[in-house]
């Protein structure tokens, strides 16, 4: 026997280990899942559209809600839509199609600022929360002193105190907001702080942030996601409230809250209710829209519709 024609091949322990199964992708599965949805597509697309114009189209426009250069020309008030005037004019000449995008993409730019705080802030703090007994004796009493006063109440107060302006807002928004995603994220991690593999963990010294990162966090995907879902358009709405009654945002600042409250003369004018029902339809689409977008999400990103 010719011993060239024969190699010897080294034992490699960690052969015995590998798995024989396909290569999994978990956000290649998100993404799949998402997509296969036609509803949320369409949703996704209305969503971008209105979120692109909102921020686009005021950087060519050059909008000044303060600007009274057709305020002396009555050919120029309450004209219907048109192709010149897509959303018409308003009671002083201003071209409403330009005030509708202006007026939106700061509203969106609360919303999303204030939503990121409230994010951010309230995982964090949720999961340390949730995962340390001694932490949820403190917080549990701080949460239920702070969220027996009406969300509203303290927003109204704040924006009395801070002053009218998009930055008070955001604050007054965001200051106790973060502490109702905190305790969402707690019971979340409550649910899963002692099972089998975090017990592991901790008899093992793993220390307390790398067992909250890499064992709890990713299967909290789908929450963060649903919570981000259910805060913007929440602080969107609040926005267009708190406009409305005349504590947010300043008269150089234009909202769709702005519009609505001046506007909302008009809501029984036969020729110019439009200036009402116009900002008050985008604020729904985008509600809308972003609330299917983050639920779908949300469905598609939870582990355990991943399971085989």
Known sequence: MEENKFTFVKLEES???????????YWKSVFRRFFSNKVAITMLII???????AFIQPLFSG???????FINTPSMWYLPPSLEYPFGTDQKGMNMFDAVWAGTGMSLKIAFIATTISTVLGVIVGAFWGYSKKLD?????????IYNVPFTLVVMILMYILGQGQWQ?????????????????????????DREYNLASRCLGTPTSKVIKHNILPYLISVIVTSVARDIPNFISYEVFLSYLGVGLTEAEPSLGRMVQNYVQFI??????????????VCAMI????YIVGQTLADASDPRTHMI
């Not at 969503?47 to 114009?53: P, S, V």
């Not at 509600?287 to 972003?290: A, C, D, G, K, T």
């Open 15 to 25: 052969a015995a280990e590998h798995i024989a199964a396909p290569h999994y992708s």
């Open 47 to 53: 969503a971008l559209a209105i979120t692109l114009m």
């Open 63 to 69: 909008y000044d809600p303060l600007d009274k250069e």
């Open 137 to 145: 004796v403190i917080m549990i009493e701080i949460y239920n002193i």
């Open 169 to 193: 807002l955001i604050f007054a928004l965001s200051c106790t907001s973060w502490l109702g995603t905190a305790y969402f994220i707690r019971v979340q991690v409550m649910i899963i702080r």
């Open 268 to 281: 029984q004018a036969p020729n110019a209710s439009y200036m009402f029902w116009i900002p008050i339809c």
């Open 287 to 290: 509600s809308i829209s972003l």
